[in-house]
């Protein structure tokens, strides 16, 4: 396992924003990963995916941080039921690309998300205009406690937009999710996965630093009337609505001021705007 201390850790996120980690940990499999989270007893710690939707607005990150996407790498997939088990460091991409080449429905409108297996389901990340999420498909996902390892249902999550039971259990780790996927041919799935990548071809923030929708609900038009403004380094992406770009090397405090921007703007108008991002 890798272990540094005080360490930069906004090169992993994909905003690219923020302090420092006084502890940050890359544990290589399981196993270290769980015996590590064990010997925090009830201390807290942050747990890291592809980092694309954390805003790291401190300098100095006093818990301990916790990558995941060097461990939990297992995909497990029975082609014939077409039942999966893809450990919770996976990219979604990778499970993604992992189902279609045994001829499974995959999520191919999830393709766009840069999100690992435990990110998007803790975010229950999907896209609306696809009308498509990851817990379409989900089963029950494998949690750590730090005491326990359990099984929870789907039911169990409570999923809704971009949230799910573990918004309100911190100290549980997502280990793996089971999802379940019909059989299709290559050639209806390959029609959708070119429709689902065309959809967010142009959209300026990609080839961009952000992380992704910045507002889960947010007044569209409000947020529209904000593109293009902010700062030198950092602003609101000029074609996407809710989006944050960074330039490059802007700084946290200037994100903040852009959110406080969007909110007063909001509370102006007697609107409300609820935050998607996490922030740290
Ligand atoms: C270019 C771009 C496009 C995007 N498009 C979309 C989109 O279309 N739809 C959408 O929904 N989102 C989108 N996003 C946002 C983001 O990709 C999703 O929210 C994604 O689910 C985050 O996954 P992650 O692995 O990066 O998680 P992170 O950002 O690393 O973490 C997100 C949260 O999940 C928690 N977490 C991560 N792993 C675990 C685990 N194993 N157990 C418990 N908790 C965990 C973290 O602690 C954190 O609170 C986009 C982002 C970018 C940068």
Known sequence: MKHFQRHPIAKYTTLKVGGYADNFYIPNDREELTELIQSFGSHQFLLLGNGSNIFIKSKRIKKPVLMTNKSLKDVDIDATTGKLRVGAGVDIRKMIADCLR??????????TIPATVGGAVYMNAGRTSMNSSISDNLI???????KHFTTLSRKECTFSHRYSVF???PQTTILSATFQYDRIPSDVIQSLKRTS???????????????????KKCDYQLMQSLRGTGFRRTGFARNTPNCIVNYGDAYAWQISALLAYAYVSHRLRGKQAILEWQVW
């Open 102 to 111: 045994v001829g499974l429905r995959a999520p191919v409108e999830l393709l």
């Open 140 to 146: 029950e996902v494998e949690v750590f406690d730090g």
């Open 167 to 169: 918004h309100r259990r």
């Open 197 to 215: 990548i065309e959809a967010a071809k142009d959209k300026d923030y990609r080839n961009l630093a952000s992380a992704g929708s910045v507002f």
